[in-house]
């Protein structure tokens, strides 16, 4: 029983694996991986670049639809954009759609859509497929979270940014979308079986000695890519205990990290594989319980078949002289055949002169065919001349258009448009025009410094040279009051205080004097000038110059200009990037977008006209080479029609012949009478004594999976659309989820 489940959900992931080819496209898209801010372009990329359907069209209309979930780090939805192909095969003029998004946009033509009475999308096809995107807020059939660990604690997205430790990454998936289904008599919930797989991409500069659980690791030398593959829901569909066997509903990953750094996931989730899966064949697959019932069934119907021939021989015996009587009639009968022979042959002549006109009309339209196939060429080499020359026109420079090559080119060209990549650009060519005038801004900046620096020490040289000149007339002042008062000069006085001759009552006086005088408006202008004098002299200001040289050449003062300049550099790139010359290109680069879009859906068109000529033609030289076998095949029977004619009459003798062995015939019949009735008894007796006994043997459990297999594959094919679809319409919808990067 385990290894039954083992081997029904080893099929659903290696198909799961096998449809997705995720490891080589996260692989790419993290190549040209592109910042949070990018979200709006990706979408538009996501509709313009939506993929065909996995299945065939047939005549009805068929939606096809793809559902791009943008998320954080965490896996929280941020916004739901909706992609939908109707397919138009018949060419009809309207096709009705139902839907529930909102901000419903045509984005491959112009054609519009108007509302039926039902609240249904009546759309003007004009013969044409619909390409068509918008938004919704309804819930995801399978939701998925994203928990990050650091050394064993749960740590938030933005917490594990730039640190180091073992790390481990854990994406669980959880089934939502189900139906209440009988099974044996009883009500089941049975989820909608969606195969999850997810691609991540990991830096092995950051990352080393990566783990990974339910999932599959390749490492190219500079990158790990992480492949997980996991089936929300069907443990639980299935009813299988865990303890028998673990169907995985998450993808966890482990590594060592360095400077944690990781960029966008992204998870496909498709029901698909279940719808074209054949639950009958589950049952041939181990050979147990259904292949029992087959073998119990094949023994029956075998025993019975042995008796019937056992009849049919014991009537064959007792009929042989009827026998004898058809053998004369074989005989009549091949003369028949002679005189038909005859006329096939002149028959056989007609068909080959038709085949010989038949193969010289289809060489002669063959002939035509180099020049047909060229022609078309030439028209469309001149129809990606004119695109080419449309798009120097609207300043895009690309290489010459080839037949080959064109569609990759005008990817290419669409993906430089993105208003993102043209933000990008428009920011390294301001970038690069400022700092080519960053020595100037820096020279500007210095200046600025510079006065600043002159001042600060100006300010310091003039307070020294104030308390000079102060002091000096301080002590001239106090030379004129001495003299006045006590008629001693300074010198005297000073000696007189010293040797405590003066007391402190005139020496008070004194002092309160000298403070009068220096308080004076003639003294304090004296200050002013001489101050003014001396700063005005040349060692003055040679003192200002050397001090503020010495100053400016300080680390702190060339941290200060380094600063500044940055400052000013960015903010000349700040404005110049808000300027509305670049603003306009940003904002023209979606329109750029739409407009290469659909230049390359007009080449697209006719492409497909180019490649169904070829076939065309190549179908025409084929029909010439068949018209010359069917003429080989028609001499060949003109041929074979004389043998018949000559077979014929051998025939007739060897008709003859057996009439005259009928006696040898009956004792043969008799033998073989006797020998199916030992067969019949020999396969009742493997029957009761073998068959029956292994079928015993198997267990019964292999029958209920296989009940909730069908149950699971039916809910399943009858999940055909997220956003609605019209009754009558083919549906098939695929979910792809991407996360935001981690910086």
């Known amino acids: 029983m385990k290894k039954s489940v083992k081997k029904i959900v080893s099929l659903g992931l290696c198909a799961a694996l096998a449809a997705g080819g995720v490891a080589t496209t996260v692989y790419a898209l993290n190549e040209g991986e592109k ?3 990018e979200t709006e372009q990706s979408e538009q990329e996501a509709s313009a670049n939506e993929g065909q359907p996995g299945s065939s069209r047939g005549q009805e209309s068929e939606k096809d639809e793809t559902v791009y979930i943008f998320a954080g780090p965490d896996g929280a939805v941020q916004k739901i954009l909706v992609s939908d192909w109707l397919s138009n095969p018949s060419g009809s003029q309207t096709l009705n759609d139902k839907t529930e998004l909102t901000n419903v946009e045509n984005v491959r033509g112009d054609e519009g859509y108007t509302m039926g009475s039902d609240g249904a999308f009546v759309w003007d096809a004009q013969g044409r497929d619909i390409y068509y995107q918008g938004n919704t807020e309804k819930e995801l059939p399978v939701g998925l979270s994203v928990t990050y660990k650091l050394n064993g604690e749960t740590v ?6 730039g640190k180091s430790g073992r790390v481990t990454i854990r994406f669980d998936y959880t089934a939502r979308q189900y139906e209440e289904v009988e099974i044996e008599g009883k009500k089941e919930t049975i989820y909608v079986p969606f195969a999850m797989v997810t691609g991540v991409v990991l830096d092995n500069d950051i990352f080393t000695n990566v783990g990974v659980t339910n999932g599959k690791l390749i490492n190219d030398g500079s990158r790990t890519v992480v492949v997980g593959a996991a089936l929300p829901g069907l443990q639980e569909d299935l009813a299988i205990s865990e303890d028998q066997f673990e169907i995985p509903d998450y993808l966890e990953i482990s590594a060592d990290a360095e400077n944690f750094e990781l960029g966008m996931t992204v998870t496909l989730a498709s029901n698909e594989l279940w719808n074209g899966i054949d639950t009958d064949q589950f049952g041939d697959m181990d050979g147990l319980s259904g292949s029992m019932e087959e073998l119990a069934d094949a023994m029956e119907q075998l025993t019975d078949g042995s008796s019937r021939l056992y009849d049919g021989l014991s009537e064959l015996f007792e009929k042989s002289g009827e026998l004898a009587d058809g053998v004369e009639q074989l005989a009549t009968g091949a003369e028949a055949l002679k005189n038909g022979g005859e006329e096939l042959d002149a028959g056989a002549a007609a068909l080959q002169s038709g085949a010989s006109e038949l ?3 289809l060489q ?3 002939a035509n065919n180099d020049s047909l196939n060229g022609g078309a060429r030439q028209v469309f080499e001149t129809l990606l001349s004119t695109a080419g020359t449309q798009l120097a026109a609207a300043g895009v420079e690309v290489p010459p258009l080839t037949v080959e090559g064109y569609a990759d080119t005008l990817d290419a060209v669409i993906a430089s448009l993105d208003a993102d990549a043209v933000h990008e650009k428009a920011l390294a060519a301001v970038t690069e025009a400022v700092e080519q005038q960053r020595s100037y801004i820096r020279e500007q900046v210095t200046a600025a410094v510079r006065e600043q620096v002159a001042a600060q020490v100006t300010a310091a040289v003039r307070e020294q040279a104030h308390a000079q000149v102060t002091q000096a007339v301080r002590d001239t002042v106090e030379e004129q009051v001495v003299a006045s008062v006590l008629q001693m000069d300074r010198a005297s006085f000073q000696a007189a205080v010293e040797s405590g001759a003066i007391d402190d009552t005139v020496q008070a006086g004194i002092e309160a004097a000298v403070g009068q005088q220096m308080q004076s408006d003639q003294i304090l202008l004296a200050i002013q000038a001489n101050t003014e004098e001396q700063m005005a002299s040349e060692t003055a200001q040679a003192a200002i110059a050397a001090n503020t040289d010495a100053q400016m050449q300080s680390e702190t003062v060339q941290a200060t200009i380094d600063s500044n300049t940055e400052a000013q550099v960015q903010k000349a790139i700040t404005e110049n990037m808000e300027s509305e010359e670049v603003q306009a290109q940003i904002a023209a680069a979606a329109e750029g977008v739409k407009a290469v879009a659909a230049l390359k859906a007009s080449l697209d068109d006719y492409n497909t006209f180019y490649m169904g000529l070829q076939t065309y033609t ?9 018209a010359g076998e069917l003429k080989k095949g028609a001499d060949e029977l003109k041929d074979g029609t004389g043998q018949l004619s000559q077979g014929a009459s051998e025939l007739y003798d060897g008709v003859s012949e057996l ?5 040898a015939l009956t004792d043969g019949v008799t033998q073989l009478r006797d020998g199916a009735g030992q067969l019949s008894d020999g396969i009742k007796e493997m029957d009761e004594k073998g068959i029956q006994k292994l079928i ?12 909730r297999l069908d149950a699971v594959g039916d809910v399943s094919r009858r999940y055909t659309n997220f956003s609605g679809v019209d009754e009558g319409t083919d549906g098939q919808v695929r979910f792809i989820y991407r996360t935001g990067s981690i910086e």
């Open 659 to 663: 009439q005259n062995g009928i006696p």
């Open 35 to 37: 910042t949070s801010g």
């Open 156 to 161: 938030s997205p933005a917490e594990l940014a």
């Open 618 to 626: 190549a179908g025409v030289s084929a029909a010439a080479s068949g």
């Open 359 to 361: 193969q010289e009309g």
């Open 364 to 366: 002669t339209i063959a």
């Open 696 to 707: 015993d043997a198997v267990d019964g459990d292999l029958e209920r999976l296989i009940t």
